[in-house]
């Protein structure tokens, strides 16, 4: 009797084992598309409020301004979008669990109001490698996202002894929303292999990156989130047998494929076709740059004939600056502003830049009010 009870025990563990084992696998083509198959067209924007001038400043509690993110989702809601790509930060974790666990909660709330889904962006390689809590710079005049910072910073990506306070991060944030439906997809790093030479670039920042990225991934899939896990291939060619190391573990990881594409309509529609071949739903996560060819006009149209979710640059303009160009960063925009806009949808007053545009949107999306 004690064998027989010694062996269901074992049993039990083993079929416990398997399960576990198969819930943290990628997602099946098939389950990613039955899950894309009941989405709203997914458009939206990459949202920082116009307060805040990096992701630091936005969810930190000093600086935490509900009311501001609430009428500017609004803004979003009257034109159509019904989702957001929003960034965190893994010191927003270690200085305050708890904390910034309520204040994302109270975001999602407010997201939710306006029926927007975000998608969360864990970690990010772009721009300043020294992230620090507390008051943020201000703005460069006249430069492009002059504050954004990295997460993990130089010394979170190069340290081992790091690593710890990495998982931590990733297992508490997944894990404390896992299944939380307000949430729309996990973005685990954006643009992970990203020099960002205007603050010098780490050493062996790839090796680093390919180092952690699948960790990130596993981290993530251990918490058994509903939502589906990505990263977004952003430079380079993505057809299998071209594809670099980094590129190559964000499709092989990625439940749902995303892209990044500043380019202009052949450019963004060629992409779209590159990544067709995978078999995954397709989410652009970063387009419209109007000053290199990116528009609403042309881009968000190529979208919907492919049924491609479009997450543009930029809801409102603010501290981040991002209605002046790339080159901003050579030559400032402090005596004459740039003919165009380059990102951002709304002025600070929630007036449209280009009501044609906010008209567009509402026409494809066949939702928003006027």
């Known amino acids: 009797m004690k064998a027989c009870r010694l062996l269901f025990v074992l049993l039990v563990a083993v079929l416990v084992s398997v399960i576990s084992s198969r819930a943290q696998e990628r997602w099946s083509a098939d389950k990613a598309k039955d899950w894309y198959a009941k989405q709203q067209w997914l ?15 936005m969810f930190q509690a000093a600086t935490w301004n509900p009311a501001l993110n609430d009428k500017e989702l609004g803004w979003a809601e009257g034109i159509g979008m019904n989702t957001m790509r929003v960034f965190l930060h893994d010191q927003l974790w270690a200085q305050d669990p708890e904390g910034f666990k309520k204040r994302l909660n109270e975001f999602l709330a407010i997201c939710a109001k306006h029926h927007i889904k975000p998608m969360l962006v864990l970690f990010d390689s772009v721009w300043d490698p020294e992230p620090k809590l507390g008051p943020q710079h201000p703005p460069i005049p006249g430069v492009h996202n002059s504050g954004w910072v990295q997460s993990p910073g130089r010394k979170g990506l190069t340290d081992p002894a790091y690593e710890p306070k990495l998982e931590a991060y990733v297992k508490g944030v ?50 058994h989130p509903i939502q589906p896990l990505t990263s977004g291939v952003w430079h380079d060619d993505w057809n299998p047998g071209k594809l670099k190391s980094t590129a190559k573990i ?36 970063e387009y419209m740059a109007r000053g290199a060819g990116s528009t609403f006009d042309n881009s968000l149209p190529i979208a919907k004939q492919y049924h491609v979710g479009a997450i543009n640059w930029g809801l409102v303009d603010g501290k981040t600056q991002t209605r002046y160009p790339w080159d901003s960063w050579k030559k400032p925009y402090v005596m004459d502003q740039p003919v165009l806009w380059f990102h951002d949808v709304f002025h600070a007053d929630g007036t449209p830049y280009r009501q044609h545009e906010a008209e567009l949107i509402r026409q494809l999306t066949g939702r928003g009010m006027q």
């Open 43 to 57: 458009v939206g924007a990459n949202y920082v409020p116009s307060d805040a001038i990096n992701q630091l400043e």
């Open 250 to 285: 964000q499709l092989e990881e990625s439940d749902v494929i995303s892209f990044h594409n500043y380019g202009w309509p052949e450019e963004f529609e060629a992409k779209i076709k590159e990544l067709q071949q995978y078999g995954r739903p397709i989410i652009c996560t």
């Open 174 to 223: 997944v894990g404390a929303f896992a299944k939380d439906d307000r949430i729309l997809a996990w973005d685990i790093w954006n643009e992970p292999d990203n020099d960002t030479p205007q603050y010098g670039v780490i050493a062996n920042k790839t090796a680093r990156i390919d180092y952690y990225l699948p960790k990130a991934f596993a981290w993530a899939r251990s918490e």
